[in-house]
């Protein structure tokens, strides 16, 4: 059995997608800026594939701006605000420490030009508390930066209170929806959000095309020079075949999205009950706050990348957070974020679930995951340990 | 998060960690090494018989680490069975990585674990026999784990 269980790595195109993009690889070839009848052809679909975004977030598509991606959006937004800031004397951000690394790294950079960040803690269940956010924010905060939903560890964020906050007390509030997008609902009026980034191929639209959400208000600086296109804030020739199969797949998204929940997350809350039960495991992330289609569990006593490897030879995609998977010393920030020791984050194994999936998939998995896990920790020197020095009579039985 | 090093691994590593060689616990060892260290992401714990004309009769490991990891103490114990224990204090990493059709760049420090396994299991022997033992690690002299280069890659 073949089951792909990585969609929050990349998901599958779908055909409404393909179906949408076909026709800018073939006819649809103008240019949307020129003013013939292929040009005009061009900038109608492109007109219509802005309304639709805009549409499903609830924004005005005046304030849709394409990009080749989410770690762009998440670089344009926090740049932008920054520079807003500092330009009003503001050079204070607030944000938490399991943010992907588009914003890490955007944040890393402001701070070596002189801006000042906060990093929210977590706590052990994943998610930022109010209060510290509120009391975070000072008089020389210009932005509040806070994901919506966590790629590894899924846990959603209380964005729209959040975004209340910022209100009151006047600061940007701009969140990496690009979990979120297509995901679970996402409304930037209700969520009382300024800014927000998106990401195509997170909900089945083709890679290397996104969108920054910028509220009207907000007098944002032109991020790439060039021609006119995206309001003369982006440069460059649209890349129109990306724009109509994301404007597509987020509208077939948005349009199945109670539906889609329900499917996934009676999928995803399976998989948590089955793995569960494996000794010495635990779930990572809040677990009621949390995105549809993500799990995140930690074994003990073994490495993440064999047992991701073991399970692809198993015919499962998945994905861990342990160092050796990133080829870097350490486990994911996010894992280690959480409180867990080196140790146990080293054993992570990330399962994500899209509506593509089904359960005799779920079924599979929980069939294999508990095999592999007991296959590694046979050969693991440090269950060995575990074994031996182990007071728990469940541990020694196994012994 | 994982998706492109696999693509690294040589066939025989694969088959290495597929299907390993030589695992398990062995109860009555002569000598036994455990090197690396759980917060790095890897260990290896290395067994030895060792009949009385100093022949290394059978070879068990456990490792908890990586696929490599995995792969490196497999192909380790294949290439010191049945060998004397004078050859097999001459096993290095490079050979090791040489016998697995190479490795990935981030990965050789692997080969540097199985090579001190072995020592460590040696050395043991030796402690154990009362015997002075001077065969430090080729590859960096002691038992550091983290010699990979720290270069963090996102995929998602
Ligand atoms: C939370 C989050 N932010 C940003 C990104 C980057 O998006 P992209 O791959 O489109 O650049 C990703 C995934 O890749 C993500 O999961």
């Known amino acids: 059995m073949f089951v792909y269980a990585d969609n929050a790595a990349t998901t599958a195109v779908s055909k409404a997608a393909l179906d949408a993009m076909l026709p800018a690889l073939q006819e649809l070839y103008g240019n949307p800026s020129s003013l013939h009848q292929k040009g005009r052809e061009a900038n109608y679909a492109l007109i219509a594939a802005r309304e639709e975004i805009a549409r499903c977030l609830n924004a005005e598509s005046r304030e849709i701006y394409f990009t080749g991606g989410g770690t762009e959006a998440d670089n344009w937004a926090i740049t932008e605000a920054a520079r807003l800031g500092a330009e009003a004397g503001k050079k204070h951000?607030?944000?938490?420490?399991?943010?992907?690394?588009?914003?890490?790294?955007?944040?890393?950079?402001?701070?070596?030009?002189?801006?000042?960040?906060?990093?929210?803690?977590?706590?052990?269940?994943?998610?930022?508390?109010?209060?510290?956010?509120?009391?975070?924010?000072?008089?020389?905060?210009?932005?509040?930066?806070?994901?919506?939903?966590?790629?590894?560890?899924?846990?959603?964020?209380?964005?729209?209170?959040?975004?209340?906050?910022c209100r009151k007390k006047g600061v940007l509030f701009h969140t990496d929806a690009v979990q979120a997008v297509g995901h679970v609902p996402v409304d930037v009026e209700a969520d009382n959000i300024d800014m927000l980034s998106l990401s195509g191929h997170k909900f089945h639209a083709p890679k290397g095309v996104g969108a920054l959400y910028c509220k009207k208000s907000i007098k944002l600086k032109n991020f790439i020079e060039g021609g006119a296109q995206e309001r003369g804030r982006r440069g460059g020739t649209e890349a129109m075949p990306g724009i109509l199969a994301m404007a597509a797949a987020l509208k077939e998204s948005c349009a199945h999205l109670e539906e889609n929940m329900a499917k996934v997350s009676a999928m995803r809350d399976r998989l948590i009950e089955g793995l569960s039960k494996i000794p010495y495991s635990r779930c990572n992330g809040d677990p009621g706050c949390r995105a549809p289609g993500i799990v995140s569990f930690c074994f003990e006593g073994i490495e993440g990348e064999s047992l991701l490897l073991r399970l692809d030879l198993a015919g499962i995609c998945a994905s861990s957070g342990s160092a050796c998977t990133s080829g870097s010393l350490d486990p994911s920030h996010v894992l280690l974020a959480l409180g867990l020791?080196?140790?146990?984050?080293?054993?992570?194994?990330?399962?994500?679930?899209?509506?593509?999936?089904?359960?005799?998939?779920?079924?599979?998995?929980?069939?294999?995951?508990?095999?592999v896990v007991r296959m590694l920790r046979q050969m693991s020197p440090v269950w060995s340990h575990m074994l031996e020095n182990t007071e728990d009579p469940y541990l020694a039985m196994a012994k | 998060m994982l998706s492109f090093m696999a693509m690294e691994y040589s066939e025989k590593v694969m088959e290495h960690f597929a299907h390993p060689h030589n695992v398990g616990v062995m109860e009555d060892a002569d000598g036994v090494g455990e090197v690396g260290n759980a917060k790095c992401g890897d260990i290896m714990r290395m067994y030895l018989k060792i009949?009385?004309?100093?022949?290394?009769?059978?070879?068990?490991?456990?490792?908890?680490?990586?696929?490599?990891?995995?792969?490196?103490?497999?192909?380790?114990?294949?290439?010191?069975?049945?060998k004397p224990l004078s050859e097999a204090l001459t096993l290095t990493n490079q050979a090791v990585v040489e016998a697995l059709d190479g490795l990935p760049?981030?990965?050789?420090?692997?080969?540097?674990?199985?090579?001190q396994a072995v020592k460590a299991a040696v050395a043991d022997y030796y402690k154990r026999k009362g015997l002075p033992y001077d065969h430090p690690c080729d590859a960096c002299g002691e038992g550091g784990c983290c010699g990979h280069d720290h270069d963090c890659q996102d995929h998602d």
């Open chain 2, 105 to 115: 760049a981030v990965k050789v420090h692997c080969s540097v674990l199985a090579e």
């Open chain 1, 341 to 371: 020791p080196h140790e146990i984050a080293h054993g992570s194994l990330r399962l994500s679930l899209s509506e593509y999936n089904t359960m005799e998939e779920v079924d599979y998995i929980l069939q294999q995951v508990p095999e």
């Open chain 2, 51 to 82: 009949s009385e004309d100093e022949i290394i009769t059978d070879v068990k490991f456990q490792t908890f680490g990586c696929a490599s990891a995995i792969a490196t103490s497999s192909i380790a114990t294949d290439m010191i069975k049945g």
């Open chain 1, 93 to 165: 951000i607030v944000s938490d420490t399991i943010e992907h690394h588009a914003v890490l790294h955007t944040l890393a950079r402001l701070e070596k030009q002189g801006f000042e960040v906060t990093y929210l803690p977590v706590h052990d269940n994943g998610v930022v508390r109010l209060e510290e956010l509120e009391a975070a924010i000072r008089p020389d905060t210009c932005l509040v930066t806070i994901m919506f939903s966590n790629n590894e560890i899924g846990t959603l964020q209380p964005i729209r209170e959040i975004g209340a906050a």
